[in-house]
T-cell receptor
């Protein structure tokens, strides 16, 4: 069964600090992995997308890593800001006939405090 | 700007009273999805359209129906909402070539309250 597990479930950090969110998956065959940011009451917005051959990808203060051998990914947030408070969802895409089916992780709820 | 638009953003209905949620897109994407997301949970795929072909997830209740009259619009109909159907409903689209690399673009969601 395809699964995506994220840790921690929730995290509180002080503004300006760094943090790292984890994602483990068992989706097979693997196509790509995405990190989404979802603000409360809003739809998810893509931060990064990585294919099998990519180890790291950055988007401003967000840096995602992927280890396809261990089936792990991380999202590192540098110099956190209050606006980073949101849920961060790891989503893994597997190949099938439809081509676009995703397996969602449960998300990590991040709160950045002043 | 090209985008995925959902209306209304907030919908209140009564137990058992039919409700329709709307999604439109200006991306000209051929695939449109409806997800249900309950509090603190991951989005759950209800169904998707690949062009006009409707694909229902096996565990989607019969209470949920969908219509796609054209490329741009897709509707979610809940025939007899129950209290357990209160959730955020997300519409998403993805691109034309069907590659699983294609990103899904999400709308802002409609939060449904059932009284």
């Amino acid at each position: 069964k395809n699964q995506v597990e994220q840790s921690p479930q929730s995290l509180i950090i002080l503004e300006g600090k760094n943090c790292t969110l984890q994602c483990n998956y068992t989706v097979s065959p693997f196509s790509n992995l995405r990190w989404y940011k979802q603000d409360t009451g809003r739809g998810p917005v893509s931060l990064t997308i990585m294919t099998f051959s990519e180890n790291t990808k950055s988007n401003g203060r967000y840096t995602a890593t992927l280890d396809a051998d261990t089936k792990q990914s991380s999202l590192h947030i540098t110099a956190s800001q209050l606006s980073d408070s949101a849920s961060y969802i790891c989503v893994v895409s597997g190949r099938n006939n439809a081509g676009n089916m995703l397996t969602f992780g449960g998300g990590t709820r991040l709160m950045v405090k002043p | 700007d090209a985008m995925v638009i959902q209306n209304p953003r907030y919908q209140v209905t009564q137990f058992g009273k039919p409700v329709t949620l709307s999604c439109s897109q200006t991306l000209n994407h051929n695939v449109m999805y409806w997800y249900q997301q309950k509090s603190s949970q991951a989005p759950k795929l209800l169904f998707h359209y690949y062009d006009k072909d409707f694909n229902n997830e096996a565990d989607t209740p019969d209470n949920f129906q969908s219509r796609r009259p054209n490329t741009s619009f897709c509707f979610l109909d809940i025939r007899s909402p129950g209290l357990g159907d209160a959730a955020m409903y997300l519409c998403a689209t993805s691109g034309r070539d069907g590659s699983s690399y294609n990103e899904q673009f999400f709308g802002p969601g409609t939060r449904l309250t059932v009284l």
